[in-house]
Every structure is written in structure tokens, then in C-alpha cells.
């Protein structure tokens, strides 16, 4: 279902559980220092940090997913006739999730051969009719 999403909601996504994470972390290496006193403060540290680098790393993918979707391109999904937003030459529509295209080489593609060439793996494989 992650990997199903419009890349803008992926990026969304990542964001949330590593912000979720790092929180869960904090709360738990705080929770070592009353659960186990002395001992629960080694813990408690290396949950605060990793859970301090976790909450910044999902800024950084936040920032970078208000960027992209500053820069992503609009239009209107002939599917659902709703506003959404594309980065790069595929991606999905955020609501209906049908694959949008803007390579004319892809455009006729039925999702079924779309799914086939990336089930192959090869990142650009040249396909030929
Ligand atoms: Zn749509």
C-alpha cells in the first residue's frame, strides 16, 4: 500500500512514521530512566539520540517533499477530474492513484504492461514494439 502511493504522499508518508519513531524513542528513553533508574540512563541516551536524528531526518524529508511539490507539476487526473500534483515523467494520481504519464513512449501503456516492464526490475530498459 506504500509503495501504491503518489510520490508526494510516499514522501508524506516517510515523514510521519520516522516523526512517530523518533518520538516513540524519546518517550522510551525517558521511560528508562524511571523504569530502571541508573542503569535506564544509557538507555535513555542513545533512544534521545537516535530519536533526535529520526525527528530530523523527517524534517529533512518534509522540507524536501514541500520543495518537490513547489516545483511538481499540476494538472487534472482524467480519471477523478480532481486537482493533483506529478514529480517526475510517472507517478500517480493522489486520489485514484492512476498512473499518470507525461512520456508520450508510455502513454498507450495498459497498467498491466506498466506493472510487467517494472516487475523486470530494469530501471530503463529499452523496450521495443
Ligand atoms: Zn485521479
Keep these: ?48 539520540v537516535i530519536g533526535l536524528i529520526s525527528m530530523m531526518g523527517s524534517l529533512g524529508i518534509y522540507f524536501w517533499a514541500g520543495m518537490l511539490s513547489t516545483s511538481a507539476l499540476q494538472l487534472e487526473c482524467p480519471e477523478c477530474h480532481k486537482l493533483t500534483k506529478m514529480l517526475g515523467k510517472t507517478d500517480r494520481c493522489m486520489f485514484c492513484r492512476t498512473i499518470l ?21 530494469a530501471q530503463a530498459t529499452p523496450h521495443h514494439h
Excluded: C, S, Y
Design 101 to 121: 504519464t507525461l512520456d508520450p513512449n508510455q502513454a498507450n501503456t495498459t497498467p498491466e504492461e506498466l506493472h510487467a516492464q517494472q516487475g523486470q526490475g
Design 1 to 48: 500500500m506504500i509503495f501504491n502511493q503518489a510520490k508526494i504522499n510516499a514522501f508524506r508518508l516517510w515523514g510521519l512514521l520516522l516523526t512517530m519513531l523518533g518520538m516513540g524513542l524519546m518517550v522510551l528513553g525517558t521511560a528508562g530512566i524511571v523504569f530502571w533508574g541508573h542503569a535506564g540512563k544509557v538507555f535513555a541516551a542513545i533512544g534521545l
